[in-house]
């Protein structure tokens, strides 16, 4: 954790000359991020459902037809593409835990939920890169780096807002 903990510090120094929004927007933003995450978590987990159920339907739909398609010379398995899918999902389940435990941490502004979201957006910056480049697609990982910059200013935005709480061990 202290690695990430000295990337945080590396990429605040690089977010310091940008300009901030306002302070009456950052306090709202970080008193309220905790249910921003909730609704991003229970829509993210439909998304989840629903790409098992179209990468079932595109399993069973490959095996049945797959001969045929083979025949007319379409790749069935074996591509970087179907490796890319399920690395994301499986980036995609790790992120949307991570945010479901953040929730309560934010809800009561504690450093740990902020955490556990920086270390949710690190995962989704992952994520978009390791897709990007196995699809060998530049204008996706333009858009990952335009997202995580975007990403970056707005968690760095209310870091401040969220305090270590010291947990007494028993």
Same mark, same amino acid.
């Given at each position: 954790?202290?690695?990430?903990?000295?990337?945080?510090?590396?990429?605040?120094?690089?977010?310091?000359?940008?300009?901030?929004?306002?302070?009456?927007?950052?306090?709202?933003?970080?008193?309220?991020?905790?249910?921003?995450?909730?609704?991003?978590?229970?829509?993210? *987990?439909?998304?989840?459902f629903?790409?098992?159920? *179209? +990468?079932?339907? +595109?399993?069973a739909?490959?095996?049945?037809?797959?001969?045929?398609?083979?025949?007319?010379g379409?790749?069935?398995?074996?591509?970087?593409?179907?490796? $890319?899918?399920?690395?994301?999902?499986?980036?995609?389940?790790v992120?949307?835990?991570?945010? *479901?435990? *953040?929730? $309560?941490? +934010?809800?009561?502004?504690?450093?740990?939920?902020?955490?556990?979201?920086f270390?949710a957006? =690190?995962?989704?910056?992952?994520? $978009?890169?390791?897709?990007?480049? =196995?699809?060998?697609?530049i204008?996706s990982?333009?858009?990952?780096?335009? $997202?995580?910059?975007?990403?970056?200013?707005? =968690?760095?935005?209310?870091?401040?807002?969220?305090? =270590?709480?010291?947990?007494?061990?028993?």
């Open positions: 954790m202290e690695s990430i903990h000295k990337l945080e510090d590396k990429i605040e120094v690089w977010l310091k000359p940008l300009p901030h929004l306002p302070t009456t927007w950052r306090k709202w933003l970080a008193g309220n991020v905790w249910w921003i995450v909730l609704v991003g978590v229970i829509i993210s *987990a439909f998304g989840i629903s790409l098992f159920s *179209a +990468l079932s339907f +595109l399993t739909t490959t095996n049945y037809y797959g001969a045929v398609l083979q025949e007319a379409v790749q069935v398995h074996g591509s970087l593409w179907s490796v $890319s899918i399920y690395i994301s999902i499986a980036l995609l389940v992120t949307v835990v991570l945010e *479901a435990m *953040a929730i $309560s941490p +934010l809800k009561t502004q504690n450093k740990k939920g902020w955490d556990l979201m270390l957006y =690190l995962i989704g910056i992952a994520s $978009s890169v390791i897709s990007a480049l =196995l699809n060998l697609e204008m990982l333009i858009g990952a780096a335009i $997202s995580a910059v975007i990403g970056a200013y707005f =968690l760095f935005e209310i870091r401040s807002y969220f305090k =270590l709480v010291a947990t007494v061990k028993k």
